[in-house]
């Protein structure tokens, strides 16, 4: 299994400020096709997963542009600048270069 | 909108199969897609279980290989996890999701239900 480790494990942080979550994976995640499966994904309290950048660096529909991905082989940050109230939740970034696997997560949270 | 919802028993014993439905609204499961099933344990941890695609193949994850099938109705627009010879580290939330092929993102998930494995 490629193991996705992602720190910190906890991000306090005020309103307004600027974010930064890295996730390191045990493999090289470019596939023999040149792409990069790396995703991020946010978990909002008591809801389900919601895909927010795919790809390292793409985002998904509706995600605004405070968010952004960024890294390549095994290295890759997700940015948020200007850190807002329903941006708080748990981070994961995931991988589906070889079987698909999540990192442990980070949770963003008010300081 | 395509939406994704987990239904099955709340509870179940070990040794015993755990069962569940994903009823797929608003696309229909044989047009494209691969539909997965992802687990989260207490803790947070995330694990990518296995998935049917738009044809009926099937991939799993190779921990879970001997334990997993998972199975579709297409005439209810519904597929199916069953996981066998379930233990107590089974109790997870348990939800189906879409990708658009084996190396893509999970676009759309289900809210998730929960299963706890005790006697």
């Known amino acids: 299994d490629v193991v996705m480790t992602q720190t910190p494990l906890s991000l306090p942080v005020s309103l307004g400020d600027q974010a930064s979550i890295s996730c390191r994976s045990s493999?090289?995640?470019?596939?023999?096709?040149?792409?990069?499966?790396l995703h991020w994904y946010l978990q909002k309290p008591g809801q389900s997963p919601k895909l927010l950048i795919y790809k390292v660096s793409n985002r998904f529909s509706g995600v605004p542009d405070r968010f952004s991905g960024s890294g390549s082989g095994t290295d890759f940050t997700l940015k948020i600048s200007r850190v807002e109230a329903e941006d708080l939740g748990v981070y994961f970034c995931s991988q589906s270069t070889h079987v698909p696997t999540f990192g442990g997560g980070t949770k963003l949270e008010i300081k | 909108d395509v939406q994704l919802q987990e239904s099955g028993p709340g509870l179940v014993k070990p040794s015993q199969s755990l069962s569940l439905t994903c009823t797929v609204t608003g696309y229909s499961i044989t047009s494209d897609y691969a539909w997965n099933w992802i687990r989260q344990f207490p803790g947070n941890k995330l694990e990518w279980m296995g998935y049917?695609?738009?044809?009926?193949?099937?991939s799993y994850n190779p921990s879970l290989k001997s334990r997993i099938s998972i199975t579709r109705d297409t005439s209810k627009n519904q597929f199916f996890l069953q996981l066998n010879s379930v233990t107590t580290e089974d109790t997870a939330t348990y939800y189906c999701a879409r990708k658009k092929d084996p190396y893509s993102y999970f676009d759309v998930w289900g809210a998730g239900t929960t299963v706890t494995v005790s006697s």
């Open positions: 493999q090289s995640l470019v596939h023999s096709n040149g792409n990069t499966y």
């Open positions: 049917i695609s738009y044809s009926g193949s099937t």
